[in-house]
């Protein structure tokens, strides 16, 4: 069920918020750009120490025929581009690419095999699906004929909603069965909401954001259901003996820099309180903005994924490698529930000074995270260092971040709500 409150988009409490989201990404622009200095210096200091010349890298070799993605949020903005640009990035390549889309709701009728879309399906589905594919055949990404089969956009017969995936029992098994039944070697979650009217999911004890359910407890509850999956079915091998690696990615946003009272530990303290059914009345006008809602959230999702990162790291037997990405200030329909004159209020700006990106601009930053599989130095540094805020890299954030999101995963499952 479902609760709406009173919206406060225009209150002054949102717009501060709202504006401390300008600043964080102003912060994040001259972060980037000075570690895009100093990586600069130290590679010409490499060069002229090795004396080697400049050079192209060498691609990384696939390790298998086959490579599949399972991308949430796909049907616009990132998520829409992150598919085309995974063929893409793939097209030079002796690989199979498959692109596994999750859908909202499938009618009987709705997809036929490898994808081909039938007649009486979702009709939201079927119009992004078939947009998807006559994008990829218009930049020659999928071929018709026997060519069809090197590359497939598989539409996910499943119905899944990230909002509501934590406390929906149906949409879990069908997931878990849909893993169980294809082998996913990359998760990405691209899925996110940031709602203008305050909307709350009703659970016995209180109840939790759909900011906080679609953008944190959704993928974490995916990743689980997929790893476990993953963990039992998968026996194909990386070409040197051991178990081909998975990895999943994470994608965050620059808001979780915010400050002006957005991202404060206390307000990361109360938002792991609310999901122990610990809320505080004091905070409740904070939360009542969706500029701490959202932003929020993307904090909490990058702390559980740096902290599920440091997990894996230390497991003897992990086969999963964890991402978590920022792909910047695009173009997106994230906010198409903000009244018309907020969106342009946010929007013209950005444009005018040319901040707002095109969403094929965050999409590279993700699959360069999907795509990287080395374990380097380097890569870490990417991943896992400057990129993000000081309250989100702190371990002790990590914890109860992640302690407090599976604990609400396992509530639930005593509960009924979700099983395994």
């Known amino acids: 069920m479902t609760k709406f409150s009173p919206s406060s988009v225009w209150s002054v409490r949102n717009m501060v918020h709202l504006f401390a989201w300008f600043l964080a990404y102003a912060e994040q622009m001259f972060v980037s750009k000075r570690r895009h200095v100093l990586r600069r210096r130290e590679y010409a200091r490499e060069k002229k120490k090795n004396g080697r010349e400049k050079g192209v890298p060498p691609k990384r070799k696939p390790k298998g025929k086959r490579v599949a993605y399972f991308v949430t949020g796909w049907s616009s903005g990132i998520g829409f581009e992150t598919c085309l640009s995974l063929l893409q990035g793939h097209k030079e390549e002796e690989m199979v690419v498959e692109l596994h889309l999750p859908t909202r709701a499938f009618p009987p009728g709705g997809v036929g095999n490898k994808g081909r879309l039938r007649e009486g399906g979702d009709e939201e589905a079927n119009d992004a699906g078939k947009r ?3 994008e990829a055949k218009s930049r020659g990404l999928i071929e018709t004929g026997e060519k069809e089969k090197k590359n497939r956009i598989v539409l996910a017969k499943i119905d899944l909603d990230c909002a509501t995936l934590a406390i929906d029992a149906g949409a879990r098994k069908r997931a878990r069965k849909y893993f169980a039944e294809n082998e996913v070697d990359v998760l990405i979650h691209c899925a996110a909401e940031c709602n203008a009217e305050r909307k709350v999911l009703v659970l016995e004890e209180g109840g939790v954001d759909r900011e906080a359910m679609c953008n944190v407890l959704g993928p974490a509850v995916l990743t689980k259901l997929w790893r476990d999956e ?10 040197g003996g051991g178990a081909m690696k998975k990895t999943v990615v994470f994608v965050g946003s620059f808001t979780h820099r915010a400050r002006l009272g957005v991202c404060t530990r206390a307000n990361a303290k109360e938002w792991i309180n609310r999901l122990d059914r610990c809320a505080s009345a004091r905070k409740e006008k904070d939360f009542e903005t969706l500029g701490v809602r959202y932003a929020l959230s993307k904090l909490m999702v990058t702390a559980y994924a740096l902290g599920k990162m440091r997990e894996e790291e230390d497991r003897d037997d992990s086969f999963v490698r964890v991402k978590v990405v920022d792909p910047g200030l695009c173009r997106t329909k994230l906010t198409r529930t903000w ?3 907020l969106r342009l209020l946010y929007e013209i700006p950005m444009r005018t000074v040319g901040l707002l990106e095109h969403p094929r601009k965050g999409a590279e930053r993700i699959v360069r ?3 990287l599989s080395e374990d380097n130095e380097k890569e870490k540094e990417w991943s896992n260092a400057v990129a993000y ?3 989100a890299r702190d371990e002790l954030v990590q914890r109860l971040c992640v302690k407090a999101v599976d604990g609400f995963i396992e509530r639930e499952n005593a509960r009924g709500c979700i099983s395994y």
């Open 230 to 239: 993953m963990s039992v079915n998968d026996n194909r091998e990386d070409g």
């Open 389 to 391: 805020s000081h309250i």
């Open 369 to 371: 995270a999907a795509t």
């Open 132 to 134: 998807l594919r006559s």
């Open 339 to 341: 009244p018309k004159a």
